[in-house]
C-alpha cells in the first residue's frame, strides 16, 4: 500500500510539473560602443496547450485569457506585435535582440484551417487596437501585404500547422507612437503585473524622460513540449528594449556610469512569486567598469574570436529580505567616443527629387563583410505612391545587378498598397544602391488628416539576411526564446537571421487650400442669415392696409411710448406743487398789499 501510495504521488508531481504553466523574467543589460546602454527585458510563458486547439482552451493560470481567446476565435497560428518609438541606429549600436521597425507593425500567420483571411485579419487587428489601446485598427486589408521571403515561420510546422505564404499578413503603420496607453495593458498581461519582479523597473513616467528608443514587443508562437516534440504547448514572449545615454542624465559628456536607480526610478525588489527563474544580465566583455554589488557568477558564451562574458544575478537571492537594492556600474577612466565599429550588414533609405508631383526612393545596403550575403528587400508603398516598375535600378558599385528573384504587386487606389520584394546577392564589401520612381496622387479632401501639411509617412522597408557570425549580435535559440538558455543552455544551433528595418520617410503630396472650403462657408453662410430674415417675413406674413395713426407700432416705438407714459406721470404732480407754491406767494403779497394801505391810512389820519 504504501508504494503505492509513493507510486501515486510521483505521477501527480510529474504531470504537475510537465502540464502547468511556466514563466522566466530576465533583464539584459548590454553598454554599446557609442556609450549607450540598452536594457532588455523578456517575460516568457509556456503553456502546455495546443495552439490548434485554442478555440477549446477553458482553463488558463499563467497565460492571459484574453490573448487566448483572441487566438481562438480568429484560430491564430503565430503572432508578432511590436510598437516602437526612435530608430534604432544598426551602425553604431549593433543588432538588437529582437529588431522592429519605427511605429506599429504586426506579422500574423493563420491556421490553414482559415478560409478568409483578409476577414480573419481585419478582426484580428480590431481586437489587438481595444486590447492594446493602439491604432492597430486601421491595418486592414488595403493596408496588409502578403510577404513571401521575408519572414518564414518563427515556431514548429507540421500536421494542421502551415508555412504558406497564402495565410501570412504584414503590415506597419508607422505614425503609431508609443505612451503610457500602451504599456500598461501591456503589462497586465504579466503574472505578476507591474506589482512584483522585474516589470515594478517599467515607469512610464522615468521611461519616458530618459530613453531614447523604445520598443514593445509581444509574440505567440507554437513550440515543442517534449524534446520528442510528441506534444504541442504555446509560447508567449513579451519583450521591451529601452536604450539609454548616462552622459545626459550624469551631466558629463565622458562620464557613462550608471545604475537602475537613475535608469528607473526604483531599484530592483523581490521576484515575481510566479517566476520559475528571474535573473538580470551583464555584459562585461568590454572589463571597463565594475559591479556593485558583484554578479553571483561569471559565464563565458559564443566561440572563436565573438566570446562574451555576462555577469549574472538571480532576483530571488539578490535581495532576500524584500528590500530595493540598487545594481550600479562605475567605470575606471572616461569614456571616449571614437570610431565605432560597424555591423557587417547596415542599410538606409530616403527619398529623391523635387516639387509635388514625380519623386523617389532609394536604398542603400553595405555589406561589410569578407563573403558574398544573400538578403531579401522588402518594400510596401501606399498607394497613393504609384511606383513605375520600369524605373527599378539596381547597382553595385555603379554596375548593374541583376535580382535573383523579383516579386511586384502594384497597388490599386484605395484598395491595396505597392509590395515590392527582391532577392539579392551582395557581393562581398559592396554597396547595394536599389532606386524607383514614383507619382504622387490626388487625395479627396476627406483623405487628408487633420496635420495635412505635415505630410504622409511611408513605413520602412526590411531587409532579412543571414549573418555569419553573432558579432553585434545576441542570438536566441529557435527551440527555446529565453535568454538563460541561449547563454547558458548550450543550444545546439541559435537563429542567425536578422531583420534590418530602414528609416520612415515622410512624403509632402499636392495639399490642396483648406482655407478656401472655409472662407466659401463662412460667405454661404452670411448671406444665407442676411437673406433668411426677408424672405421668411415675405413669405409668412400678409400685408393689410392700415389707417394713419393706428399702424402697429415696433419695438423701439413701444419702447418710446412707455418712456412717455412714465414721464407723464411724473409731470401732473410737478405742476401742481408749482401751482401750490405760486397761490402761496400770491396769497403772501396780497396780504403785505394790505397791510402797507392801513398803514398809509393811518399815517394819513
Not at 482552451?57 to 480568429?74: A, I, Q, S
Not at 483578409?118 to 491595418?139: I, P
Not at 514593445?216 to 513579451?238: A, F, G, N, Y
Request: charged residues 20%; proline residues 7%.
Amino acid at each position: 500500500m504504501f508504494k503505492f501510495e509513493m507510486i501515486l504521488v510521483s505521477i501527480v508531481l510529474f504531470f504537475g510539473q510537465t502540464l502547468c504553466d511556466k514563466f522566466t523574467e530576465e533583464l539584459l543589460v548590454t553598454p554599446l560602443q557609442s556609450g549607450h546602454l540598452n536594457t532588455y527585458f523578456k517575460f516568457t510563458t509556456l503553456y502546455p496547450a495546443d495552439l490548434r486547439h485554442s478555440a477549446e482552451w477553458t482553463h488558463y493560470d499563467l497565460f492571459p485569457r484574453p490573448l487566448g481567446e483572441l487566438l481562438g476565435v480568429y484560430q491564430v497560428q503565430e503572432l508578432s506585435l511590436s510598437l516602437t518609438q526612435g530608430q534604432w541606429r544598426y551602425g553604431s549600436w549593433g543588432y538588437p535582440v529582437e529588431s522592429s521597425p519605427p511605429g506599429a507593425m504586426i506579422l500574423a500567420r493563420f491556421l490553414p484551417s482559415v478560409t478568409d483571411v483578409d476577414k480573419n485579419w481585419e478582426g484580428l487587428t480590431n481586437a489587438l487596437a481595444g486590447l492594446l489601446c493602439a491604432s492597430l485598427n486601421k491595418l486592414d486589408k488595403t493596408q496588409g501585404v502578403q510577404p513571401i521571403h521575408s519572414f518564414q515561420p518563427a515556431g514548429i510546422t507540421g500536421r494542421n500547422l502551415t508555412s504558406e505564404t497564402s495565410h501570412l499578413r504584414y503590415g506597419l503603420l508607422p505614425k503609431e507612437n508609443v505612451c503610457t496607453e500602451n504599456l500598461t495593458p501591456w503589462k497586465k498581461l504579466l503574472p505578476c503585473k507591474a506589482k512584483r519582479g522585474l516589470a515594478i523597473l517599467l515607469n512610464s513616467g522615468v521611461i519616458q524622460k530618459h530613453s531614447s528608443y523604445q520598443s514593445l514587443i509581444l509574440k505567440i508562437r507554437p513550440v515543442c513540449h517534449t524534446p520528442d516534440c510528441d506534444s504541442v504547448s504555446t509560447e508567449l514572449s513579451q519583450s521591451i528594449s529601452l536604450v539609454f545615454d548616462p552622459a545626459v542624465y550624469n551631466g558629463q559628456a565622458d562620464n557613462t556610469d550608471w545604475n537602475l536607480k537613475h535608469l528607473f526610478g526604483i531599484g530592483v525588489g523581490t521576484a515575481c512569486p510566479m517566476a520559475e527563474t528571474s535573473q538580470i544580465f551583464v555584459d562585461i566583455s568590454s572589463g571597463s567598469f565594475q559591479l556593485t554589488p558583484a554578479p553571483d557568477r561569471e559565464v563565458m558564451t559564443g566561440a572563436g574570436t565573438n566570446v562574451r562574458t555576462y555577469g549574472v544575478y538571480d532576483v530571488k537571492s539578490f535581495s532576500p529580505d524584500g528590500r530595493i537594492k540598487n545594481l550600479s556600474a562605475r567605470h575606471s577612466k572616461p569614456h571616449i567616443y571614437g570610431i565605432v565599429h560597424s555591423p557587417v550588414l547596415t542599410a538606409s533609405r530616403h527619398l529623391t527629387g523635387a516639387g509635388q508631383e514625380r519623386g523617389g526612393i532609394r536604398a542603400s545596403i553595405k555589406n561589410m563583410g569578407r563573403e558574398p550575403i544573400t538578403v531579401v528587400y522588402l518594400d510596401v508603398v501606399p498607394w497613393f505612391l504609384r511606383l513605375y516598375l520600369h524605373t527599378l535600378k539596381i547597382s553595385v558599385d555603379n554596375e548593374p545587378l541583376k535580382p535573383i528573384h523579383t516579386h511586384y504587386i502594384p497597388g490599386v487606389d484605395r484598395a491595396r498598397p505597392y509590395h515590392l520584394e527582391l532577392v539579392l546577392k551582395l557581393p562581398a564589401r559592396s554597396t547595394t544602391t536599389i532606386s524607383i520612381q514614383f507619382e504622387h496622387s490626388m487625395l479627396r479632401w476627406v483623405e487628408y488628416p487633420p496635420d495635412a501639411n505635415h505630410g504622409f509617412y511611408v513605413g520602412s522597408a526590411t531587409i532579412t539576411a543571414r549573418i555569419p557570425d553573432n558579432r553585434n549580435a545576441t542570438l536566441l535559440a529557435p527551440e527555446d526564446s529565453t535568454l538563460s538558455y541561449a547563454i547558458w543552455g548550450n543550444p545546439p544551433s541559435v537563429n542567425t537571421v536578422v531583420h534590418i528595418f530602414t528609416e520612415i520617410l515622410l512624403v509632402s503630396l499636392p495639399t490642396p487650400d483648406f482655407s478656401m472650403p472655409y472662407n466659401v462657408i463662412c460667405l454661404a453662410c452670411t448671406v444665407a442669415a442676411l437673406a433668411f430674415g426677408p424672405i421668411h417675413n415675405i413669405t409668412t406674413k400678409t400685408l393689410v392696409l392700415v389707417q394713419p395713426g393706428q399702424e402697429e407700432k415696433g419695438i423701439l416705438g413701444k419702447v418710446f411710448d412707455k418712456i412717455k407714459a412714465l414721464k407723464g406721470k411724473k409731470t401732473p404732480v410737478v405742476t401742481e406743487e408749482v401751482q401750490e407754491i405760486a397761490e402761496d406767494a400770491t396769497d403772501q403779497t396780497e396780504e403785505s398789499d394790505d397791510q402797507e394801505e392801513e398803514e398809509n391810512n393811518e399815517v394819513e389820519d
